[in-house]
């Protein structure tokens, strides 16, 4: 029994010992008392944070900081681009070089309906030779009852001249009128004068005074000017004749002029309708130039047309320029526009006939 309490007191000694040591020495710290998933949440709390301290310190964008596409307002107004004249390439190899008038000078004065043949002496400046598959064309103007097409008579090769002739008729209201044409190659293809063989060459006659006809005996005819009466400066007004130039001085710095719609004839809603009508011209030498649209009818029916505002450039270049105008168009109308060059010259294009039935 003494041997059994000796062998535990023994036992509890050694015990409270080995406590003791353990105690006493501190423990080394080892690889497993490191938790990878705290390492983790501790450093998506401090990304969390430091984005929402970033968010924090970034000033959110305000009603008036806010960008929203601007939609442009647009005013209409007449887009000028200098390009060779209709059907002209301005590299073709087919040149015309203006040599002279050989009749009926510029400015030449006519009576109403009096006939009369214009020659031009031309130059085939280009490196292809002239057949009879060519021909002079009338171009723009005023036509004056001349053909539309010539054939040249005979081969012209380059370097040589030849004199080109017209029959015209000066038409039978006092005014300045000018005509336009060009000479078209086998192609089809419209060339001229001038750098780009682009220019027309034109005649320029003033119709004064009466027309004396013979055709079947001598008849006089006293012409007099139509009155035009209209509204306002910018409201198409009602004529019973075309505008006439009162100008006097001779110019050519502008000419060749032209204009077309594109829809001579609808029928439909009008709420309103935008009609667009191109033009064009010709600038010979730079110049200053101010051109209008403008309308008339012989009934009346194009009181319902606004017209866009007169048009002015500074410094225009040399060349065709093709443009645009926007004719608002509110209840039916009949009638037609044409387009007036101001200044420098007084010149008129032909008229375009337009028919409008609004429902």
């Not at 060779?84 to 040599?99: E, L, R, Y």
């Not at 009926?104 to 031009?120: C, I, Y």
């Not at 400046?125 to 036509?143: H, K, M, R």
């Not at 380059?158 to 029959?167: I, K, Q, R, T």
């Amino acid at each position: 029994m003494a041997r059994k309490k000796y062998s535990l007191w023994a036992a509890l000694t050694i015990f409270a010992i080995m406590l003791s040591a353990c105690q006493s020495e501190p423990a080394e710290p080892t690889a497993t008392q490191v938790d990878p998933a705290a390492i983790f949440t501790a450093a998506a709390k401090t990304a969390s944070f430091l984005q929402t301290e970033i968010a924090a310190s970034t000033p959110s964008p305000t009603a008036s900081e806010t960008l929203a596409p601007v939609t442009p307002t647009i005013t209409p107004t007449l887009t000028l681009t200098p390009t060779v004249a209709s059907g002209a390439t301005g590299v073709s190899p087919d040149k015309a070089d203006f040599v002279s008038d050989v009749s009926v000078p510029d400015e030449t004065q006519f009576a109403p309906g009096q006939s009369f043949t214009k020659t031009w002496r031309i130059k085939n400046s280009g490196t292809t030779t002239w057949t009879t598959d060519y021909a002079l064309v009338y171009a723009t103007g005023n036509q004056m009852g001349g053909a539309a097409s010539i054939p040249l008579t005979s081969s012209i090769v380059p370097g040589s001249s030849v004199d080109l002739s017209v029959d015209l008729i000066a038409p039978m209201e006092q005014g300045r009128y000018v005509s336009y044409w060009m000479l078209r190659n086998t192609s089809g293809t419209n060339f001229g004068v001038g750098p780009n063989a682009d220019q027309a060459i034109f005649v320029v006659i003033n119709v004064v005074g009466s027309a004396t006809l013979t055709p079947t005996g001598q008849t006089t005819t006293s012409v007099t000017p139509t009155a035009t009466t209209g509204s306002s400066a910018n409201t198409a007004t009602a004529t019973n004749a075309a505008p006439t130039s009162t100008s006097t001085t001779a110019s050519a710095a502008v000419g060749n002029l032209g204009i077309s719609v594109s829809t001579p004839n609808y029928s439909g809603a009008c709420a309103p309708y935008l009609l667009e009508v191109p033009v064009s011209f010709t600038v010979y030498e730079e110049t200053d130039i101010s051109f209008e649209l403008i309308a008339g009818s012989d009934t009346g029916g194009m009181s319902n047309v606004l017209l866009p505002d007169p048009a002015s450039y500074s410094n225009m270049p040399v060349g065709t320029h093709p443009g645009k105008f926007t004719v608002t168009i509110f209840d039916s109308s009949s009638g037609w526009l044409q387009f007036h060059v101001i200044s420098p010259v007084d010149l008129y294009s032909s008229k375009v006939n337009i028919l409008f039935t609004c429902e």
